[in-house]
């Protein structure tokens, strides 16, 4: 398994994973918005100093995860965190060193940039139990909780 920084070229399997990410998480009730996908995509490979998109590649089978993150500072103070913003690897890879190849790498881009704490988050509702055997596993802590409460308004947009 091997771990690379995307480029512009890799926008057709990004959104082949943004797709199965989407249709397996508690999101596929949304409208996936393509456009705004390759404007993310674009946009994070314009500022690879505050923003990455890792993907995991196996030789047999292709790209089978992608991590993407970014540099910003805590509200409250100048010292930065590095935090994920999509984190994914297709279910017939789940077990693989993909996730853990992928976290691993992102460390390692998020301490070059010198930040003082990496967070990654639960979101979208997949493998939540096993998610967090390996965060776990991999030294993260827990803090919180996410919530959510679906509107009247979530079929509209």
């Known amino acids: ?10 926008e057709a399997v990004l959104l082949q994973m943004a797709r199965a990410m ?3 998480s508690r999101f596929a ?8 996908l390759r404007t993310l995509i674009a946009e994070t490979l314009k500022d690879p ?10 030789a047999a ?10 540099v910003l500072p805590l509200f409250f103070t100048q010292a930065f965190i590095a935090q994920d913003q999509f984190f994914y690897v297709l279910a017939p890879h789940r077990g693989s060193s993909a996730a853990a ?9 998020a301490v070059n940039r010198q930040v003082h704490e990496i967070n990654i988050n639960m979101s979208v509702a997949i493998d ?8 776990t596993h991999a030294g993260y802590r827990t803090c ?3 919530y959510f409460k679906p509107t009247r308004q979530r079929a509209a947009v």
């Open 1 to 10: 398994m091997k771990i690379r920084l995307a480029q512009a070229s890799d």
């Open 22 to 24: 989407h249709a397996e």
């Open 29 to 36: 009730h949304f409208p996936l918005q393509e456009e705004q």
């Open 49 to 58: 100093k505050g923003r990455c998109i890792l993907l995991a590649e196996s």
């Open 61 to 70: 089978a292709g790209v089978v995860g992608m991590l993407g993150g970014y």
């Open 101 to 109: 190849k992928l976290l691993l790498a992102f460390e390692r881009w």
């Open 128 to 135: 939540m139990e096993r998610f967090d055997r390996f965060m």
């Open 144 to 146: 919180g909780q996410n």
